[in-house]
């Protein structure tokens, strides 16, 4: 079912979709930057929400955390806000400092995407289309885009789709912060987090990877058997101390080759009894605590998940190529699993 959610000040309207049934996973998306506005599951006889959210659409407009939005061109930093392809360099806007984060100053999170299709039972979708013209925050070549978001059963699936006409680098990725509680005000921090990967990209002063693919064994990063969210403390690791929490991204260690394959992550709520699964295709996951909201959203907690390519990987050869060239078509999924 799509209805109207708003209008934005230049009176384009803006339409969410609700996907799943009524006694199970249900879903809510916005065409504004296909944003995740909501999921709910019925736990013990009450629909708990699980992502966090805002009740109306002026403050997606405001917001600066890219809450629920679709990422794109490039998802994560790209260092130094420029990339070479085939000896040609490129500048990008800077939105992050001296780097581009999540593809610039306006990213996909604040478009108006076109509704190409949705439908009805067992398996409920809404597929949104988006044209990123070539120069876009500095970006070559007109990229297209395809974002198709399913439920079917208790599981919530986005799956990509990317052509483009000029070599480009692309880093699509999805940003809900979790909050598998059932209630934004509670703290994550007895979440408990699994992560299917031995390896992680350390980063620099500004949240950049450095290029080294360091182990997590004895780290606190090694999320390899369930482990609560909870940050230790500055001293624990030099990695820790620099960004006071974690915004990292894992190398996973055996991607999915379908929404049945290999569990990427799990993350599970004691406090409701709700638990996550997630699997995808893509390489990396990029783990985030919401540090910022104590000062951006202080009454809101949550844990961004995100499956993606490898942050900054144009400017790293020993990162797995994120460049999209002409005659190929990207396809990637990421899905989410719920059950309390």
């Known amino acids: 079912m799509i209805r109207k959610f708003g209008r934005l000040p230049d009176g384009q309207e803006v339409e969410i979709a609700t996907l799943g049934s009524a006694d199970g996973l249900q879903a809510e998306i916005l065409t504004l930057g296909g944003t995740l506005r909501s999921v709910t599951l019925p736990v013990k006889g009450k629909r708990l929400p699980h992502v966090l959210s805002f009740p109306e659409l002026d403050g997606y ?7 629920g939005q679709l990422v794109g061109r490039f998802g994560n930093r790209i260092g130094g806000a420029a990339f070479e392809i085939d000896g040609k360099p490129y500048k990008l806007t800077a939105n992050n400092g001296r780097n581009t ?58 799956a990509y789709e990317a052509t483009t006409d000029a070599p480009t680098p692309i880093n699509l990725t999805w940003h809900p912060y979790f909050t598998l509680s059932g209630d934004p ?29 360091a182990p997590v064994a004895g780290t606190p990063f090694d ?4 482990k609560a969210m909870r940050v230790p403390p500055p001293a624990s690791h030099p990695q820790i101390a620099l960004t006071k929490g974690f915004d990292h991204c894992w190398v996973l260690d055996k991607p999915s080759s379908s929404p049945s394959g290999p ?11 709700v638990r996550m699964q997630v699997r995808t295709n893509l390489p990396g996951l990029q783990v985030y605590d919401a540090s910022h909201f ?11 998940i995100e ?28 899905s989410f699993t719920f059950s309390g």
Not at 186 to 195: E, G, H, P, V
Not at 320 to 334: A, D, N, Q, V
């Open 294 to 304: 104590r000062a951006v959203y202080p009454e809101y907690h949550g844990i961004a």
């Open 223 to 226: 999320f390899r058997k369930p």
């Open 263 to 273: 569990v990427a992550a799990e993350l599970y709520a004691p406090s409701s009894g």
């Open 185 to 213: 005000r509670d703290s994550t921090d007895d979440q408990r987090l699994t992560i299917a990967a031995s390896h992680y990209l350390p980063v620099g002063q500004s949240r950049v990877p450095t290029g080294e693919i």
């Open 61 to 67: 407009l405001r917001d600066t955390s890219y809450v």
């Open 101 to 158: 984060l999540h593809g610039g100053a306006i990213g996909f999170g604040k478009y108006v995407w076109t509704v190409l299709g949705s439908g009805g039972g067992k398996n409920t979708y809404v597929k949104l289309g988006h044209r990123s013209p070539a120069g876009t925050n500095g970006f070559p070549g007109n990229l297209d885009v395809t974002a198709l978001f399913t439920v079917y059963e208790n599981t919530l699936t986005l």
């Open 307 to 334: 499956p993606e390519n490898f942050p900054d990987a144009p400017n790293h050869a020993n990162f797995p190529s994120s460049i999209l060239r002409p005659g190929e078509t990207h396809r990637s999924f990421m």
